[in-house]
T-cell receptor, first 113, second 109 residues
Framework: DSGVTQTPKHLITATGQRVTLRCSPRSGDLSVYWYQQSLDQGLQFLIQYYNGEERAKGNILERFSAQQFPDLHSELNLSSLELGDSALYFC????????????FGSGTQLSVL | EDKVVQSPLSLVVHEGDTVTLNCSYEVTNFRSLLWYKQEKKAPTFLFMLTSSGIEKKSGRLSSILDKKELFSILNITATQTGDSAIYLCAETSGSRLTFGEGTQLTVNP
């Protein structure tokens, strides 16, 4: 158990809908990362937050947004969902947010039908 | 753009075999290279390499980094069926990890 908690584990929804994925980092970790893993693309970095502030942005679509709250948990919002958004979404955390290993949650499996 | 390339993409071996997984990278501000093992869901950390030529070892697994040639290898000796997984290589040139596509290792009894 990495100490990173993601909910829900599975999510099935329809095209055009909006969903929210939740992540609680390890105790004491200030940085949260979101990654998307689909069958043909491997782990793609979406966005990073450090102590409530956005620190780095990757290949995140405009339909997606995220935030980190004062208690350090994070939410990833996915809207106007398309079939291609079906993937495993991982949250990871680390203490300082730079040049260190990440601890991954178990992921949320999103299926868009 | 930073790039991490792993080879082979898939590998099937028999128990007891030794395997070598490869990872090459092209980054503008390299800091460290990490290896992860992904079995069912969450990737789990194996090694972090920052210095060239120094081998990191954990049981039957070992890894080494060559910063001059920009690559790393992960060796697994005396493979077991429990080693079957996707092995991911990642580099940290900034605050994020950039991952390669992974090597799917299957160890047959």
């Amino acid at each position: 158990d990495s100490g990173v908690t993601q909910t829900p584990k599975h999510l099935i929804t329809a095209t055009g809908q909006r969903v929210t994925l939740r992540c609680s980092p390890r105790s004491g970790d200030l940085s949260v990362y979101w990654y998307q893993q689909s069958l043909d693309q491997g782990l793609q970095f979406l966005i990073q937050y450090y102590n409530g502030e956005e620190r780095a942005k990757g290949n995140i679509l405009e339909r997606f947004s995220a935030q980190q709250f004062p208690d350090l948990h994070s939410e990833l919002n996915l809207s106007s969902l398309e079939l291609g958004d079906s993937a495993l979404y991982f949250c990871a955390s680390s203490p300082r947010g730079t040049n260190e290993k990440l601890f991954f949650g178990s992921g949320t499996q999103l299926s868009v039908l | 753009e930073d790039k991490v390339v792993q080879s082979p993409l898939s590998l099937v071996v028999h128990e007891g075999d030794t395997v070598t997984l490869n990872c090459s990278y092209e980054v503008t501000n390299f800091r460290s290279l990490l290896w992860y093992k992904q079995e069912k869901k969450a990737p789990t950390f194996l090694f972090m390499l920052t210095s060239s030529g120094i081998e990191k070892k954990s049981g039957r697994l070992s890894s080494i980094l060559d910063k001059k040639e920009l690559f790393s290898i992960l060796n697994i000796t005396a493979t077991q069926t429990g080693d079957s997984a996707i092995y991911l290589c990642a580099e940290t040139s900034g605050s994020r990890l950039t991952f390669g596509e992974g090597t799917q290792l299957t160890v047959n009894p």
